[in-house]
Nanobody, 121 residues
Framework: VQLQASGGGLVQAGGSLRLSCVVS????????MNWFRQAPGKEREFVAA???????HYADSVKGRFTISRDNAKNTVYLQMNSLKPEDTAVYYC????????????????WGKGTLVTVSS
């Protein structure tokens, strides 16, 4: 299983970005998909998750601003980020987990390389 994230960039505070993560392999629909982020000098933190049946869970810091979704036909998970804040600046990673419900790094089975999001004030 390989994951490839894209869509990062530079945006002004209050703006929007949509991240995408394409997953190789025919078992995508069986995985729970997650987004994490790591800001400079900080630990990696959970952002959002979506189960195979599209149940979702969000970190409190992004609830109401970010939306995770998936398209099983395209083997792709998305993270729509609205009302971005400078504190959202980080490298964003997508991750696949065999089980949904453990929202930490140790529960992930596969990781993609990150995509950098920079929010200017």
């Amino acid at each position: 299983v390989q994951l490839q994230a894209s869509g990062g960039g530079l945006v002004q505070a209050g703006g929007s970005l949509r991240l995408s993560c394409v997953v190789s392999g025919r078992t995508f629909r069986h995985y729970a998909m997650n987004w994490f982020r790591q800001a400079p000098g900080k630990e990696r933190e959970f952002v959002a998750a979506i189960s195979w049946s599209s149940s979702t869970h969000y970190a409190d810091s992004v609830k109401g601003r970010f939306t995770i979704s998936r398209d099983n036909a395209k083997n792709t998970v998305y993270l729509q980020m609205n009302s971005l804040k400078p504190e959202d600046t980080a490298v964003y990673y997508c991750a696949a987990a065999a089980a949904y419900g453990r929202f930490d790094s140790y529960g992930m089975d596969h990781w993609g390389k990150g995509t950098l999001v920079t929010v200017s004030s």
